[in-house]
């Protein structure tokens, strides 16, 4: 593996992940090797198949399985013999958690309505959503102050609303959850610069 910038070489191939920089093992490894970075936005995570450049100006040709999400701190690359290795960077955008737990012990019909309520208040503002298990996720695209106001204000009884790191909660997401919630929240681009984002064909 060569991640050093050169006269237009051949892409480097990622087709899947080989570990964490958190384990054990890459902990070790990476802290004493060189390391590259291929910076990642929340929906770039979520793609299989992207070209980009990393931090040092290697491009690199992702290949991935279709339900990988790549989290911050994959390990992307490693080449023993130059003790050099590739790790993602992914920035996760912040999170508004609604959570309906309080409602549980609720009737059935208290639960639906307030289910319904929330549904509509958030649809009127056009915000993506995921539901995973009591909770719904929505990602922050305006000020805390006023997705918070949007809840508040209708006075939903026992429904609670806090905010939560992307990286935090998409742990707690299956991969297809996560490229909804993640993915919905980036806007769409058409920009053509040296380094940008191309993804290729699936």
Same mark, same amino acid.
């Given at each position: 593996m060569d991640l050093a910038a050169g006269s237009d070489p051949p892409p480097t191939r990622i087709s899947s992940v080989l570990g964490q920089k958190s384990e054990g093992l890459w902990s070790d490894r990476l802290s004493s090797c060189r390391v590259d970075v291929l910076r990642l936005s929340?929906?770039?995570a979520h793609?299989?198949?992207?070209?980009?450049?990393?931090?040092?100006?290697?491009?690199?040709?992702?290949s991935l399985d279709r339900n990988?999400?790549?989290?911050?701190?994959?390990?992307? !690359?490693?080449?023993?013999?130059?003790?050099?290795?590739?790790?993602?960077?992914?920035?996760?955008?912040?999170?508004?958690?609604?959570?309906?737990g309080s409602l549980l012990s609720e009737s059935a019909e208290i639960l639906l309505a307030r289910s319904l309520q929330?549904?509509?208040a958030l649809g009127n503002q056009h915000w993506p959503a995921v539901v995973s298990g009591r909770r719904v996720y929505v990602p922050v695209t305006l000020a805390r102050?006023?997705? !918070?106001?949007?809840?508040?204000?209708?006075?939903?009884?026992?429904?609670?609303?806090?905010?939560?790191?992307?990286?935090?909660?998409?742990?707690?997401?299956?991969p297809d959850d996560?490229?909804?919630?993640?993915?919905?929240? !980036?806007?769409?681009?058409?920009?053509?610069?040296?380094?940008?984002v191309s993804e290729e064909p699936q």
């Open positions: 929340q929906a770039e793609r299989s198949r992207l070209r980009k450049r990393t931090n040092g100006g290697a491009e690199v040709a992702l990988t999400v790549l989290r911050d701190g994959a390990v992307l !690359a490693w080449d023993e013999d130059g003790r050099t290795a590739l790790v993602a960077r992914v920035d996760l955008g912040e999170v508004m958690v609604i959570d309906f929330v549904g509509h102050d006023v997705m !918070a106001a949007v809840v508040q204000t209708h006075g939903f009884d026992g429904i609670s609303c806090s905010f939560a790191p992307g990286d935090e909660v998409a742990r707690d997401l299956s996560a490229r909804m919630l993640f993915a919905s929240a !980036a806007p769409h681009r058409h920009d053509s610069f040296p380094g940008a």
